[in-house]
């Protein structure tokens, strides 16, 4: 069936920088913004390119903020806003993963400061309007343009560092996006070209960055996979894989990128019978059944294997059931109780996502 013409689509603004080195114009980027106040966020882990950063910005960096934490607390959140109104900073210029470009959002969702974004993982938020921010056992998501960086730096020497563990799983994470752009509620031609491609980049560099490290074309090709995909991710919106890593990093603070490499093969098998089409358009793309191909792609990066491996309590699954059926209840095949505890106990062993599991 030829996909459907009719859409409406709402390009998102926004200036990205790629390349190896261009870190080195954040000043340019301030002086294009008519910043000069600038507040830092980047985990105690980010010293070698915060030290850098500083070096080159001198007094037009304010403060530091380096309680990072994965989810986005909301308490930590709400000191991360408080030291920005008292350093009058004027933007924030983010140096990491997912959860610090997270904690920018936190801070322009209520303070509107501008973001300069300077992503050193797969994980994809710089390119995204979707915050989160977790209170209590509970991951609350929401969407505002305000919280899309205005400037995205992707200098791919920053993730030389990325050791293979976290590389992986965070490369799944992209990987996921580009997926899941494919039949998410806002999904459109244009975006899943950039969806399909981003998949395509990324299978074929993931394995290529945990085998060899050092090398930058792999680094290179990855950083390019996950800006596309997180792209295709911001226009589309999630379904319901995404919404099950989000109910489960709410309820067992589990590892981000380790959920996505585990969950996405089952979240795709039991999508399959609802996206024929756009099924047999990623398996042209990645070489094979996508789930089958996916879930073979974590165990070739060596990603966490299960639910289990990543520390999720077994009792879990009963608690996790309702909420994900709540939370994905616009995914595209509707989720009943029984098909989740049956998804969330193959992730959980970590088993194959078996063909007879993807009946309509
Ligand atoms: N809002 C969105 O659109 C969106 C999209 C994707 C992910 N997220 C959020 O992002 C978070 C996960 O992000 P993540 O997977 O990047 O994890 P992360 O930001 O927590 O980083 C994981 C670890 O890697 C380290 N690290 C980061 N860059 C490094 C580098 N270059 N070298 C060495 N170590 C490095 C960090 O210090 C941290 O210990 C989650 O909270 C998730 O919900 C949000």
């Given at each position: 069936m030829p996909a459907p013409l009719d859409f409406s689509y709402d390009a998102l603004a926004g200036r990205v920088v790629f390349g190896a080195?261009?870190?080195?114009?954040v000043g340019g980027e301030l002086d294009r913004l008519g910043a000069s106040r600038a507040l830092l966020i980047a985990g105690r882990a980010e010293s070698a390119p915060v030290a850098e950063l500083i070096g080159a910005l001198g007094s037009r960096v304010v403060g530091r903020f380096d309680d990072i934490a994965q989810h986005v607390p909301v308490d930590r959140a709400e000191q991360a806003r408080r030291q920005a109104r008292d350093l009058d900073a004027d933007c924030t210029i983010t140096v990491g993963g997912g959860s610090a470009t997270g904690f920018g959002k936190a801070i322009a969702l209520t303070e509107r400061l501008p973001q300069i974004a300077i992503p050193t993982?797969?994980?994809?938020?710089?390119?995204?309007p979707i915050w989160g921010l977790t209170t209590g056992a509970r991951k609350l998501t929401g969407n505002d343009p305000?919280?899309?960086?205005?400037v995205v730096i992707y200098d791919p020497e920053l993730t030389l560092t990325l050791p293979p563990r976290v590389a992986g799983p965070s490369g799944m994470n992209a990987l996921a996006h580009a997926v899941e752009a494919l039949y998410a509620p806002g999904a459109n031609p244009v975006i899943s070209l950039l969806a399909l491609e981003a998949a395509r980049v990324l299978c074929g560099a993931l394995p290529r960055v945990v085998a060899a490290p050092a090398d930058l074309e792999a680094r290179t090709e990855a950083f390019y996979g996950t800006y596309l995909a997180a792209c295709a991710l911001a226009v589309s919106g999630t379904a319901l894989h995404h919404k099950t890593c989000h109910v489960l990093g709410g309820l067992f603070n589990l590892d981000h990128g380790g959920m996505n490499a585990v969950v996405l093969p089952h979240a795709l098998a039991y999508n399959a019978p609802a996206i024929s089409g756009v099924y047999g358009r990623l398996g042209a793309v990645l070489g094979g059944d996508p789930a089958e191909v996916v879930f073979d792609l974590a165990r070739t990066i060596d990603a966490p294997a299960s639910l289990a491996a990543l520390g999720?309590?077994?009792?879990g699954i009963d608690r996790a059931v309702a909420a994900v059926v709540d939370e994905a209840s616009?995914?595209?095949r509707r989720p009943d109780a029984d098909s989740i505890r049956e998804l969330l106990l193959d992730a959980y062993h970590g088993r194959r996502p078996r063909a007879d599991r993807r009946g309509g």
């Amino acid at each position: 069936m030829p996909a459907p013409l009719d859409f409406s689509y709402d390009a998102l603004a926004g200036r990205v920088v790629f390349g190896a080195g261009s870190r080195r114009g954040v000043g340019g980027e301030l002086d294009r913004l008519g910043a000069s106040r600038a507040l830092l966020i980047a985990g105690r882990a980010e010293s070698a390119p915060v030290a850098e950063l500083i070096g080159a910005l001198g007094s037009r960096v304010v403060g530091r903020f380096d309680d990072i934490a994965q989810h986005v607390p909301v308490d930590r959140a709400e000191q991360a806003r408080r030291q920005a109104r008292d350093l009058d900073a004027d933007c924030t210029i983010t140096v990491g993963g997912g959860s610090a470009t997270g904690f920018g959002k936190a801070i322009a969702l209520t303070e509107r400061l501008p973001q300069i974004a300077i992503p050193t993982t797969y994980a994809g938020s710089e390119m995204t309007p979707i915050w989160g921010l977790t209170t209590g056992a509970r991951k609350l998501t929401g969407n505002d343009p305000a919280v899309q960086p205005r400037v995205v730096i992707y200098d791919p020497e920053l993730t030389l560092t990325l050791p293979p563990r976290v590389a992986g799983p965070s490369g799944m994470n992209a990987l996921a996006h580009a997926v899941e752009a494919l039949y998410a509620p806002g999904a459109n031609p244009v975006i899943s070209l950039l969806a399909l491609e981003a998949a395509r980049v990324l299978c074929g560099a993931l394995p290529r960055v945990v085998a060899a490290p050092a090398d930058l074309e792999a680094r290179t090709e990855a950083f390019y996979g996950t800006y596309l995909a997180a792209c295709a991710l911001a226009v589309s919106g999630t379904a319901l894989h995404h919404k099950t890593c989000h109910v489960l990093g709410g309820l067992f603070n589990l590892d981000h990128g380790g959920m996505n490499a585990v969950v996405l093969p089952h979240a795709l098998a039991y999508n399959a019978p609802a996206i024929s089409g756009v099924y047999g358009r990623l398996g042209a793309v990645l070489g094979g059944d996508p789930a089958e191909v996916v879930f073979d792609l974590a165990r070739t990066i060596d990603a966490p294997a299960s639910l289990a491996a990543l520390g999720m309590p077994e009792e879990g699954i009963d608690r996790a059931v309702a909420a994900v059926v709540d939370e994905a209840s616009a995914n595209i095949r509707r989720p009943d109780a029984d098909s989740i505890r049956e998804l969330l106990l193959d992730a959980y062993h970590g088993r194959r996502p078996r063909a007879d599991r993807r009946g309509g």
